[in-house]
């Protein structure tokens, strides 16, 4: 039950990634605990508890397995059956800060995780871009009649030799222009 519960909350990250807008929408996360609680079998106050409780443990068993690498004797250690399922949330566990004296390559770790963690944040939101339905483009706006003029004395215009094409472009840009300074 557990897995199929950790496997259901993955499949929505606005269960669990504090970035994301509908994170901070509550209707939303509860009509996603509805779908989480339909799904596992459970009621959705249920699947909600059973489930910090599971992250809770997650990141406990992560602060114990950095601590452990962060020691030299390392030593035997018991994984919790469940460690490699929850893996999904590694980009949002950042671990405590620690008191005490913290050398420079465990500094150097924390700035390569952040970086790491910024990289697949960039990767989420540019396949989120990619998901998302493209907004239709606006039509474009309606033709003026002068417009409509001038287009419809392209096809003859193509027809000519450049150079009577280049003599008739000149004779209609000084008409205008003529027609212009008149005006104003």
């Given at each position: 039950?557990?897995?199929?519960?950790?496997?259901?909350?993955?499949?929505?990250?606005?269960?669990?990634?504090?970035?994301?807008?509908?994170?901070?929408?509550?209707?939303?996360?509860?009509?996603?605990?509805?779908?989480?609680?339909?799904e596992v079998g459970l009621p959705p106050d249920q699947c909600?508890?059973?489930?910090?409780?599971?992250?809770?443990?997650?990141?406990?068993?992560?602060?114990?397995?950095?601590?452990?690498?962060?020691?030299?004797?390392?030593?035997?250690?018991?994984?919790?059956?469940?460690?490699?399922?929850?893996?999904?949330?590694?980009?949002?566990?950042?671990?405590?800060?620690?008191?005490?004296?913290?050398?420079?390559?465990?500094?150097?770790?924390?700035?390569?995780?952040?970086?790491?963690?910024?990289?697949?944040?960039?990767?989420?939101?540019?396949?989120?871009?990619?998901?998302?339905?493209?907004?239709?483009?606006?039509?474009?706006?309606?033709?003026?009649?002068?417009?409509?003029?001038?287009?419809?004395?392209?096809?003859?215009?193509?027809?000519?030799?450049?150079?009577?094409?280049?003599?008739?472009?000149?004779?209609?840009?000084?008409?205008?222009?003529?027609?212009?300074?008149?005006?104003?």
């Open positions: 039950m557990e897995e199929k519960l950790i496997i259901a909350v993955c499949a929505r990250p606005e269960l669990y990634d504090t970035k994301l807008v509908m994170y901070r929408d509550r209707a939303v996360r509860k009509k996603t605990w509805c779908s989480v609680s339909e909600r508890k059973r489930w910090k409780s599971l992250r809770d443990l997650y990141m406990r068993e992560k602060r114990k397995e950095l601590q452990r690498r962060n020691r030299p004797e390392g030593g035997p250690c018991k994984r919790w059956k469940y460690s490699a399922v929850p893996s999904f949330l590694d980009p949002f566990f950042s671990p405590r800060e620690m008191n005490g004296n913290m050398d420079a390559s465990s500094e150097d770790n924390m700035k390569r995780k952040r970086s790491w963690n910024e990289h697949v944040d960039l990767e989420r939101e540019i396949l989120r871009a990619l998901q998302a339905e493209p907004q239709p483009l606006p039509p474009p706006p309606p033709l003026s009649e002068t417009e409509l003029f001038l287009k419809s004395l392209i096809p003859m215009i193509d027809r000519l030799p450049p150079m009577r094409k280049g003599a008739l472009k000149l004779k209609i840009h000084s008409l205008v222009f003529e027609a212009v300074s008149e005006f104003m």
